[in-house]
């Protein structure tokens, strides 16, 4: 039973949820952090999110199930694969999951935007499995653009907009972690021809490349946000208000910090959720969580004690 349970979950990438956490980006970001009608709607659009993106992951699971067969590396988590689990399973299942979020969506969260996102990250998810993960450049693009996604859920449920300076930053961490990626399987495999096999992709893709683009994108990340700090923040009106200048740099930092360690340990940009786990950008996360906090909720902070 213990093992059945095990391989449902790896069946709907439970790893992978922690992306759907970006619905809750609108909430922190459109200073609406203290409504607390808002948490409700929001954590049922998280649950909705992630059986989402286990409907993707499932129909791709059963599209791939023979290629899967031929890498020993998946089969640990692809119970597909291995035999583990019945195609007839998955499907009963990809059913019972649409069933629960077409039941939501009609007495829960009935909102036609938030509907149409759900269907985007689902022909996204698609569109890259069946179609285009095979076209350089293309593929990383489309994989980036399922964060945007999830955060534009986020802000639809509340009904709340955030700035497009964010959004941009948001998509360009998105390409940043999908960059590091497609080098972390370079590194990983012992020859460009293993790396072809895994993906054809790799083709055209190369290390140099690949680290041109993510020193461009690390480059990009630091202008964008930035922008959006000093265009949300000026003028500065009191010394305390420079704060929020201290979070670039510390940005800056994660970023360094995660190319190092993509680059020192390549599983870790195979499995974005391991760097979540290194102390450096667990201390440098929580700092910057702590300054952004304080600077977008200062003003309520200062109402409760005056």
């Known amino acids: 039973m213990t093992k059945t349970i095990k391989n449902i979950l790896y069946l709907l990438r439970i790893r992978q949820y922690y992306k759907n956490v970006l619905i809750f980006v609108g909430l922190f970001f459109s200073q609406t952090f203290f409504e607390t009608e808002y948490y409700f709607p929001l954590i049922i659009g998280f649950i909705l999110l992630c059986l989402t993106s286990s409907i993707n992951y499932i129909i791709n699971d059963i599209i791939d199930v023979e290629n899967d067969k031929e890498h020993k590396e998946k089969l640990y988590k692809k ?25 939501s969506l009609i007495f829960i969260i009935p909102d036609l935007s938030f509907i149409l996102l759900l269907i985007a990250i689902l022909v996204t998810g698609q569109l890259y499995s069946n179609l285009l993960k095979n076209y350089a450049f293309i593929d990383i693009l489309l994989l980036s653009t399922g964060y945007l996604w999830r955060t534009l859920a986020g802000c639809f449920i509340i009904h709340q907009s955030i700035s497009t300076w964010l959004l941009l930053s948001i998509f360009e961490v998105a390409l940043f972690l999908v960059i590091a990626k497609r080098k972390g399987d370079l590194l990983a495999f012992e020859s460009q021809e293993q790396a072809i096999k895994h993906k054809k992709v790799y083709n055209v893709y190369n290390l140099r490349m690949l680290d041109n683009f993510h020193n461009l994108i690390a480059a990009s990340i630091f202008i964008t946000y930035s922008l959006y700090i000093f265009d949300k923040f000026t003028p500065f009106s009191e010394f305390t208000d420079y704060i929020i200048v201290i979070s670039i740099p510390i940005m800056i930092y994660i970023l360094m910090r995660y190319m190092y360690l993509t680059t020192e340990e390549p599983e870790i940009a195979r499995n974005t959720e391991k760097a979540f786990l290194d102390k450096g950008i667990i201390i440098a996360g929580l700092l910057m969580g ?13 109402g409760l004690f005056t």
């Open 290 to 302: 702590l300054i952004l906090f304080y600077s977008f909720y200062k003003s309520y902070f200062i």
């Open 79 to 103: 119970p597909l694969a291995s035999g583990e689990l019945s195609i007839t399973f998955a499907i009963v299942l990809i059913f019972g999951l649409i069933i629960c979020i077409i039941l």
